[in-house]
């Protein structure tokens, strides 16, 4: 079945510089990646999403590039500020069901002021 | 609009009993998804429902079982609890229509099993 490994398992960054977390996927199928950021007491929140006919996509400060031949996705966070600090999960559709996604193990992601 | 609701936050069990989690989807949306949070085992998907039909269920054991009404509230059940069932369960929303993928999560159901 479809793993997703996420890197770093933490990453901490100085206010105003950039961040960039990366993950990879095994199932050469798999046609959706969203990346979530969980706050602390809450669910995760959508904050960006990629499919598998796109290179790249921005919104704002926030970026996720997909290199499908290599099967590796990467979010990056430019300009970052202190609200940025969370968890950070990217996740994975497989190409057996849109009905589920596989998460990667998480990014805390610290922005000293 | 409202957001995905889950009841209740918070919860305290002892081990070999049973426990009914409640999620609320938003308004609209048919498909709910359980996952289960852990530090050790991260985000695990458990079960979706979509009027009312399991569509997929993850690598669970049997004790973990859910439904779906009619009104696309779910409904999750974790029978003969061990301590590892410790764990935030969430409750996740969408539309349910192939390759939409969004999901809305609620903010979950903090299990203790002692």
């Known amino acids: 079945g479809e793993n997703v490994e996420q890197h770093p398992s933490t990453l901490s960054v100085q206010e105003g510089d950039s961040a960039v977390i990366k993950c990879t996927y095994s199932?050469?199928?798999?046609?959706?990646f969203p990346w979530y950021k969980q706050e602390l007491g809450k669910g995760p929140q959508l904050i960006i999403d990629?499919?598998?006919?796109?290179g790249e996509k921005k919104d704002q400060r926030i970026a996720v590039t997909l290199n499908k031949t290599a099967k590796h996705f990467s979010l990056h966070i430019t300009e970052t500020q202190p609200e940025d600090s969370a968890v950070y999960f990217c996740?994975?559709?497989?190409?057996?069901?849109?009905?589920?996604?596989?998460f990667g193990s998480g990014t805390r992601l610290l922005v000293r002021p | 609009k409202a957001g995905v609701t889950q009841t209740p936050r918070y919860l305290i069990k002892t081990r070999g009993q049973q426990v009914t989690l409640s999620c609320s989807p938003i308004?609209?949306?048919?498909?709910v998804s359980w996952y289960q949070q852990t530090p050790g085992q991260g985000l695990q998907f458990l079960f979706e429902?979509?009027?009312?039909?399991?569509?997929n269920k993850g690598n669970f054991p049997g004790r973990f079982s859910g439904r779906q009404f009619s009104n696309s509230r779910s409904e999750m059940n974790v029978s003969t609890l061990e301590l590892g069932d410790s764990a935030l369960y969430l409750c996740?929303?969408?539309?349910?229509?192939?390759?939409?993928?969004?999901?809305?999560f609620g903010e979950g159901s903090r299990l203790t099993v002692l």
């Open positions: 996740a929303s969408s539309l349910g229509t192939r390759n939409t993928g969004e999901l809305f």
């Open positions: 199932d050469s199928a798999s046609n959706y």
């Open positions: 990629i499919r598998s006919n796109v």
């Open positions: 996740a994975a559709v497989p190409g057996d069901s849109s009905y589920k996604l596989i």
């Open positions: 308004s609209g949306h048919r498909s």
């Open positions: 429902y979509f009027s009312e039909t399991q569509r």
